[in-house]
């Protein structure tokens, strides 16, 4: 063998920048609370800035709900649903929900720009995979709508009443859709509360919901912090609470919830492990792990954030994935070519730069790429460790950014029993061009949802959710209507 | 004319394929209503407890690997285990309150109620997988698999049928279970276990123990290794520390309250599912 | 000799959505224009008609140095590419140019003649004077697993290529599958291939985003396992100037900066060039071009 030869990544034709166009981009000043199908100011009148994490800047300000919003809030959820929601006829409930879908295909580069704005993620994914996944879930769970008597063979279902539901900032509108979509479908009504830092795709959102006649208090969406959050949990008119989010918040749901007899239904951390076996199309598999930790600037729950490479191809892998890291444009959000944007907020800028320190500490061999990063705004470089155990914290906690820790291993069992070496249990990834040994890994592995020889898919048709302490129940798919239902 | 002397029957717990005593060395005084029988229970402890755990947790991967046929055979062999069995549990049935025909009554309901998950044990997965028309090239299919390690806090009116009830969806799903018997009516729960043992069920699987809800349910709820908690009750205290104790691993908490488990309705295909997980698989389709 | 192919199993799906991702750059303002010159100058310029004539190939050779006079600073094309009997006529055309002449030869382009015919061919295009010899891979003999007799018959006729450089064309239109294309190009470059080439342009389809990305790959891998550079030809199909920057975009994040030169990357295409110069022009002037004012040799 030579010496490894270096493919040279800085090369003399750089991109020009390639902005997204925003000058069409309307946001106002400021945004009440939609509830009740109007927008209107807090009860506390307290407002907070959500900002560019790109630049600092601030965009605009939104009301944050107290108790009386909150109340507010399910109390027009209730009487829609005693009085409207609950008594429609279940075709024109789906028909309401496929014209929400329609008009968010019809407005998608708008919601794109500003999901960009508003969360850091490049605009390349906000274009082609939020966005469009958002509307592809309101078209899927509308046309359930009329036909629940067939998603439950033998038993018939009864909607269960107003959802308090809170999202995270990873996939703002994206998560709204999952969540408020089956339920609707389902024929709830919901109070929706999206993350503090990103609330603004959300809120464009209340007004497309508006735009459709959706009948006032069908949908009702609260800004606000985890304060407001813990409002609606508590709420004693709420019947069903669905939540993605922390682990630990999720715990905190679960205490709070107990003995009330209200339904659950949580999407939690994750550490999923990504197995590369020495017959796997290597080629692919290296961009399987980029997509894997490096998608969404690593802000995923099912982040394939743990790599496990056979010992025999781990120096091909490990070099190939170095090069291709070289390869990755970080900057702008908006620029079309940007591949990691901005990380979503100061505070969890400072949590990987907490773990990456860690991760020095505990003697991982660090390699990030060399790139020159804005002045201002939140950027994290993507970062691998390699030389690492099960036994480091940077293995074993969730980072939430673009940190991949990698270990080798020797054999199918050990490798097996070391993805499952996990409080988690969200996703895993396994990568190799043998049949059987697939259909092997993926039974064994426990976890929700499997990719294998691919990572980071998503569809509304396929299930979503996790093993263990990753979560309870399952969004997408028609397991996601039946977080939604009683079963009689 | 000499009456022969009765054999006591001394009660133990089944941990593991084996029948121990209670590590704690106590008991609790079970009488029936009549005091004619007086029975020393093993007050099982949570160091037992933890022992049916880890045998749990070993036994889960073989039986959660066996081929569902497999598991549907061996339950429909604990039905006919159970069916040469009727005299001894409608004699503990007796004992524990019931008339005679409401004792026969039960333990029919209760061998058809393991025929009738023998059934299933091969099915549910296929009423419950899907092949989801994803907008890629891919194949995608979602699959239940058994949650884990599940711990069963049993029906305290209904000892047998509802014991079994709430049992054998568990195991018709490839789970292993620790399962605390009714304190009330303890004895053809235990006796159950005699039944499990000559039926193929493989050590582990079934762990039956005896002793005080109170003392017991906080570790059934609170034990880091087990993966779901089954409650049956109506005691609203003791829900919300089972659902509280649930957070601390994010336990699956079923509530069975209220159940009328000699009704049809309480059984079928979606208690199975209470301790299922649904897995989906992702695999592109390209040459 | 006996050679076995290596297996680098690779993933259809995987390979169709990296590609697409790296044809969703956006290439804009100078970007563009450097890529539209870089382009331009990778292009062998191709004529291989059964039709072709000498008065043809002499129109195509002026072109090739006169690509549109009224506007300066542009770069030439980097050869021009045609069938062994009209090389005589090229080279007079050129006389006085540093553009490249290839031929194609080997039975182009289904290959099917003896080895000896094959090599008689090369011998008499090299004497000839070619800088470029483009070759056919022998699909048949490749797709029956005689995976020795095509190594060997690629090593012979780069041995009689002697100073010219061989370009092997794989034909990946009639190999059918990646993991094919993956096998071809390793074994044509172990054969000793200076450059790997998709296509003759006579099977459809000919170049395919996922087909060349493969290609480049196993380029990458060869250069890292062996030190050796071989260059890439896509050709077929390739008629638009974004088309040809979404495969510089390709080359620079699969390869990097080295491979960004004609010595190492060309176009196969016949009427690319008019297109990369209406943008060209376009770009300068901000106005939409015409076919009308470009000349179509």
């Given at each position: ?6 493919l040279?990544?800085?090369t003399?034709?750089s991109?020009s920048?390639?902005p997204?166009s ?7 000043d400021?945004y009440?609370l939609?509830i009740d199908g109007n ?15 790109a630049?600092?800047e601030?965009?605009?300000e939104?009301s ?19 009085k409207v929601?609950s008594k429609m006829?279940p075709?024109e409930?789906g028909?309401?929900?496929?014209r929400i879908?329609?008009?968010i ?11 960009s704005?508003?969360?850091?993620k ?10 469009p996944?958002?509307?592809a879930?309101?078209?899927?769970y509308a ?9 439950f063979?033998?038993r018939?279902?009864?909607?269960l009443?107003?959802a ?6 990873n996939f ?6 999952w ?6 479908a ?6 929706l ?6 609330p603004l795709?959300?809120?464009?959102l209340a007004?497309v ?6 009948p006032?208090?069908v949908v009702?969406i609260i800004?606000g912090?985890g ?5 609606l949990?508590k709420?004693?008119?709420?019947n069903?609470v ?5 682990t630990e ?11 009330s007899?209200?339904r ?6 994750g550490?999923a492990?990504?197995?590369?076996f020495e017959?796997a ?8 792990i980029?997509d894997?930790i490096f998608?969404?600037?690593?802000h995923?729950?099912?982040?394939g ?7 025999s191809?781990a120096?091909?892998?490990?070099s ?17 070519n ?11 800028l ?7 320190d860690?991760g ?11 790139c ?7 950027w994290?470089v993507?970062t691998?460790?390699a ?7 940077i293995v074993?906690?969730e980072?939430?950014?673009p940190?991949l820790a ?12 070391k ?7 969200l ?5 190799t061009?043998?049949?059987s040994?697939?259909f ?11 990719w294998?020889?691919?990572?980071n898919?998503?569809?509304p048709?396929s299930p979503f959710?996790?093993?263990k302490?990753?979560?309870i129940?399952?969004?997408g798919?028609?397991e ?5 239902v009683?079963?009689? | 004319m000499?009456k022969?002397?009765g054999i006591r ?12 005593r209670t590590?704690?060395?106590r ?6 209503e009549?005091?004619?029988a007086i ?12 022992n049916?755990v880890v ?6 991967e073989?039986w959660s690997?066996r ?8 339950l ?13 549990f ?8 019931l ?10 309901q209760?061998?058809?109620r ?8 091969d099915?549910?997965q ?8 994803v907008?890629m ?8 698999e ?6 069963v806090c ?6 047998l049928l509802?014991?079994v009830s ?6 018709a799903g ?5 399962i605390?018997?009714?304190q009330?009516?303890?004895l053809c729960?235990i ?7 000559s039926?193929d069920?493989p050590?582990g699987?079934?762990?039956?123990l005896?002793?005080l809800r109170?003392e017991l349910l ?8 087990v993966?779901?908690m ?7 205290q003791e829900?919300k520390?089972v659902?509280?104790?649930?957070a ?6 079923v509530i069975?309250?209220?159940?009328a488990?000699?009704k049809k309705?309480?059984?079928?295909p979606?208690?199975?599912l209470?301790?299922?997980e ?7 389709v390209?040459? | 000799?006996?050679y076995?192919?290596?297996i ?9 959505e990296?590609?697409s991702r ?10 563009k224009?450097r ?8 292009i ?7 039709k072709?004539?000498l ?6 050779c002026?072109?090739a140095?006169h ?6 600073n542009l770069?030439q094309?980097?050869a ?6 009209m090389?005589e006529?090229a ?11 290839a031929?194609?030869a080997?039975?182009f382009?289904?290959?099917?003649a003896?080895?000896?015919a ?19 891979m022998?699909?048949g003999?490749?797709?029956?697993g ?7 018959e690629?090593?012979?006729v780069k041995?009689t290529?002697?100073k ?8 990946t239109?009639?190999?059918?599958t ?7 190009s390793?074994?044509?470059m172990?054969?000793?291939a200076?450059?790997?080439?998709t296509s003759?342009?006579k ?12 290609m480049?790959e ?5 250069y890292?396992r ?6 890439m030809?896509?050709?077929g ?5 974004k ?5 510089l ?5 699969t390869l990097?900066?080295e491979?960004?030169?004609p010595?190492r ?8 060039a008019n297109?990369i110069?209406m ?12 076919i ?6």
């Amino acid at each position: 063998m030579n010496k490894t030869k270096t493919l040279k990544f800085d090369t003399n034709w750089s991109y020009s920048p390639a902005p997204e166009s925003i000058d069409y981009i309307e946001l106002k000043d400021r945004y009440g609370l939609f509830i009740d199908g109007n927008f209107t100011s807090s009860k506390g009148g307290n407002y907070f800035d959500t900002i560019n994490p790109a630049n600092e800047e601030k965009l605009s300000e939104v009301s944050e709900a107290n108790e009386k919003d909150v109340d507010k809030a399910v109390q027009a959820a209730r009487q829609a649903y005693e009085k409207v929601w609950s008594k429609m006829k279940p075709s024109e409930r789906g028909k309401y929900i496929f014209r929400i879908a329609r008009i968010i295909q019809e407005q998608a580069r708008e919601f794109a720009v500003i999901e960009s704005l508003d969360g850091g993620k490049p605009i390349r994914e906000s274009r082609d995979i939020d966005i469009p996944l958002a509307a592809a879930h309101f078209f899927y769970y509308a046309g359930w709508a009329d036909k629940l008597d067939y998603a439950f063979p033998g038993r018939s279902t009864k909607s269960l009443g107003v959802a308090g539901q809170i999202i995270p900032w990873n996939f703002p509108l994206l998560m709204a859709a999952w969540k408020i979509a089956p339920a609707l479908a389902a024929g709830n009504t919901v109070v929706l509360k999206p993350a503090e830092t990103t609330p603004l795709t959300a809120l464009k959102l209340a007004e497309v919901i508006r735009e459709a006649d959706v009948p006032p208090g069908v949908v009702n969406i609260i800004t606000g912090g985890g304060e407001t959050g813990k409002m609606l949990v508590k709420h004693p008119d709420v019947n069903k609470v669905a939540f993605t989010g922390s682990t630990e918040v999720g715990k905190f749901i679960m205490k709070t919830l107990a003995g009330s007899g209200k339904r659950y239904t949580l999407e939690l951390g994750g550490k999923a492990a990504n197995i590369i076996f020495e017959d796997a199309a290597i080629n692919q598999a290296v961009e399987g792990i980029v997509d894997a930790i490096f998608f969404n600037q690593g802000h995923v729950c099912c982040a394939g954030s743990r790599l496990y490479v056979q010992e025999s191809v781990a120096k091909e892998v490990i070099s190939k994935l170095k090069d291709r890291m070289n390869t990755l444009v970080i900057g702008d959000p908006l620029d079309k070519n940007t591949d990691i944007g901005a990380i979503n907020s100061r505070m969890q800028l400072e949590k990987i730069c907490k773990y990456v320190d860690i991760g020095k500490k505990e003697g991982g061999s660090i390699y990030q790429p060399s790139c020159t990063l804005p002045e201002k705004g939140f950027w994290y470089v993507p970062t691998l460790f390699a030389d690492v155990s099960q036994s480091h914290r940077i293995v074993q906690e969730e980072i939430f950014g673009p940190v991949l820790a990698i270990q080798t291993f020797r054999t199918v069992d050990e490798v097996i029993s070391k993805a499952n070496n996990t409080p988690y249990g969200l996703s895993g990834g396994v990568w190799t061009d043998k049949g059987s040994k697939l259909f092997k890994v993926t039974k064994e592995i426990r976890a929700g949802v499997i990719w294998a020889n691919t990572f980071n898919k998503f569809d509304p048709g396929s299930p979503f959710g996790g093993y263990k302490e990753s979560g309870i129940g399952r969004e997408g798919g028609v397991e996601g209507l039946h977080s939604y239902v009683e079963l009689v | 004319m000499s009456k022969r002397l009765g054999i006591r029957k001394t009660y133990k717990l089944y941990i593991n394929g084996k029948f121990p005593r209670t590590e704690s060395g106590r008991y609790y005084k079970w009488t029936d209503e009549k005091k004619t029988a007086i029975m020393n229970m093993c007050r099982g402890s949570r160091k037992d407890f933890r022992n049916a755990v880890v045998a749990a947790r070993k036994a889960f991967e073989g039986w959660s690997s066996r081929t569902a046929y497999n598991r549907g055979q061996i339950l429909y062999r604990i039905g006919e285990m159970l069916e040469g069995h009727r005299d001894q549990f409608i004699g503990e049935l007796i004992l524990q309150g019931l008339t005679k025909r409401a004792a026969e009554k039960e333990i029919t309901q209760t061998i058809d109620r393991f025929i009738y998950y023998a059934g299933w044990a091969d099915k549910y997965q296929q009423v419950f997988s899907r092949v989801n028309p994803v907008s890629m090239p891919y194949f995608n299919f979602t699959v239940p698999e058994a949650t884990g390690v599940v711990a069963v806090c049993a029906p305290e009116e209904s000892s047998l049928l509802g014991f079994v009830s709430v049992l054998v969806p568990v195991i018709a799903g490839g789970n292993t279970c620790v399962i605390l018997a009714s304190q009330s009516r303890p004895l053809c729960s235990i006796s159950c276990a005699e039944i499990l043992h000559s039926s193929d069920v493989p050590a582990g699987v079934v762990n039956i123990l005896t002793g005080l809800r109170t003392e017991l349910l906080e570790h059934f709820s609170s034990h880091m290794d087990v993966n779901s908690m089954i409650y049956c009750g109506e005691n609203l205290q003791e829900i919300k520390m089972v659902e509280e104790n649930a957070a601390l691993n994010v336990k699956r908490a079923v509530i069975y309250k209220n159940e009328a488990w000699s009704k049809k309705t309480s059984q079928g295909p979606y208690y199975i599912l209470e301790t299922q997980e649904m897995k989906t698989t992702w695999h592109p389709v390209g040459v | 000799m006996n050679y076995h192919p290596q297996i680098h199993p690779i993933d259809q799906v995987g390979v169709g959505e990296r590609a697409s991702r790296l044809f969703s750059r956006s290439i804009k303002k100078e970007s563009k224009i450097r890529a539209l010159k870089l382009a331009l100058s990778m292009i062998d310029l191709t004529t291989l008609e059964g039709k072709d004539s000498l008065g043809k190939v002499r129109q195509l050779c002026y072109k090739a140095s006169h690509l549109h006079d009224q506007f300066s600073n542009l770069p030439q094309v980097a050869a021009v590419c045609m069938y062994p009997n009209m090389v005589e006529v090229a080279k007079k055309a050129l006389k006085s140019s540093s553009i490249k002449i290839a031929a194609v030869a080997t039975a182009f382009p289904s290959g099917m003649a003896t080895l000896e015919a094959k090599l008689n061919e090369v011998k008499s295009v090299v004497d000839a004077g070619v800088d470029e010899v483009d070759m056919v891979m022998s699909r048949g003999r490749f797709l029956q697993g005689d995976y020795s007799y095509v190594f060997d018959e690629v090593a012979k006729v780069k041995n009689t290529c002697g100073k010219a450089h061989l370009k092997v064309i794989l034909e990946t239109g009639e190999l059918i599958t990646l993991d094919n294309v993956r096998k071809a190009s390793d074994l044509a470059m172990e054969a000793g291939a200076d450059f790997i080439k998709t296509s003759t342009g006579k099977v459809k389809p000919a170049a395919t985003p996922s087909v060349v990305l493969v290609m480049l790959e196993a380029i990458r891998d060869f250069y890292k396992r062996t030190g050796k550079i071989v260059g890439m030809k896509p050709a077929g199909g390739i008629s638009t100037a974004k088309l040809a920057i979404q495969y510089l975009v390709m080359v620079r994040e699969t390869l990097g900066q080295e491979w960004l030169t004609p010595d190492r990357f060309r176009f196969g295409a016949s009427s690319l060039a008019n297109d990369i110069l209406m943008q060209i022009v376009k770009q300068s002037t901000g106005i939409y071009q015409s076919i009308n004012y470009f000349s179509i040799d």
